[in-house]
């Protein structure tokens, strides 16, 4: 299952996914970007050298 609802955790504005995508399209976020997983455009944050923030 995909993440839906999204919030910018520092303005805290809600977004939808595609308003999301749109946004890091739109180069609002350079942390993040999009991959197509099964035909969906889904956010995904961009790998980086730290270990200590990923999901185990």
């Not at 839906?4 to 942390?31: K, N, Q, S």
């Not at 099964?38 to 980086?48: D, I, L, Q, Y």
């Amino acid at each position: 299952m995909r993440n839906i609802d999204f919030v910018d955790t520092v303005t805290g504005r809600p977004m939808t996914r595609a308003e999301f995508v749109d946004a890091i399209h739109a180069g609002e976020y350079p942390d993040y970007l999009v991959r197509t997983i099964h035909g969906v455009a889904t956010p995904v944050s961009r790998p980086n050298e730290t270990t200590s923030d990923n999901l185990g």
